[in-house]
């Protein structure tokens, strides 16, 4: 399976919403209802925010949020903190091929 | 708290092996599926292989078939890579990665990186 594509950069300023998309095909992400979202800062480790799709675990700010629609998952932050500048990855399970990551997005806050 | 402690990586010929352990606590690792995520650097994150919590079903990245093989011994609560046949674009920093359940992937340990160069 090839890599979900996400674009490369998004920036917003502060309080504004942002939308990260997240494509793949009919046989990877459109086939299952299994997209998780992850949040990676500078020198840390990923973090998972979204999970089935549009699911927040425990502890995650509502200001998370995601959803899917055929082939395509989006992952949206409303008011933009300065905290919220990271990489994000997207990620859906594919069945026996296992799991395929998104090329990852860089988050700017303005 | 979970902790995920990887071991093992260094830096190893074209061709060479290397196996990769992480040694998991604070969970009951016998219940738990684990997976293996590499990112290489200034590179994105890229899904390696997963491995059931009894051993029973293994998934790989197509890339790593058939060179890489994932295992677990549950009496010592340690997840292993073996990774055969290694390429320079297997050079990159491995986590292992706890099955956070609705297939997703959390927690994740610091990584180990591994260096493939002659």
């Known amino acids: 399976h090839s890599a979900l594509t996400q674009p490369a950069s998004v920036s917003g300023s502060p309080g504004q919403s942002i939308t990260i998309s997240c494509s793949g095909t009919g046989s990877d992400l459109g086939s299952y209802d299994l997209v998780s979202w992850y949040q990676q800062h500078p020198g840390k480790v990923p973090e998972v925010i979204i999970y089935e799709n549009a699911k927040r675990p425990s502890g995650i700010s509502d200001r998370f949020s995601g959803s899917k629609s055929g082939n395509t998952a989006s992952l949206t932050i409303s008011g933009l903190l300065a905290e919220d500048e990271a990489d994000y990855y997207c990620?859906?399970?594919?069945?026996?091929?296992?799991?395929?990551f998104g090329g990852g997005t860089r988050l700017t806050v303005l | 708290q979970v902790q995920l402690v990887e071991s093992g990586g260094g830096v190893v010929q074209p061709g060479g092996s290397l196996r990769l352990s992480c040694a998991a606590s604070?969970?009951?690792?016998?219940?738990?599926?684990m997976h293996w995520v590499r990112q290489a650097p200034g590179k994105g994150l890229e899904w390696v292989a997963f491995?059931?919590?009894?051993?029973?079903?293994?998934y790989y990245a197509d890339s790593v078939r058939g060179r890489f093989t994932v295992s677990r011994d549950n009496s010592k609560n340690t997840l292993y890579l073996q990774m055969n046949s290694l390429r320079a674009e297997d050079t990159a920093v491995y986590h292992c990665?706890?099955?956070?359940?609705?297939?997703?992937?959390?927690?994740w340990g610091q990584g180990n990186l591994v260096t493939v160069s002659s």
């Open positions: 604070g969970f009951t690792f016998n219940t738990k599926s």
């Open positions: 990665v706890k099955d956070f359940g609705s297939y997703a992937l959390e927690p």
């Open positions: 990620c859906s399970f594919v069945g026996r091929g296992g799991w395929v």
């Open positions: 491995i059931h919590f009894d051993g029973n079903k293994t």
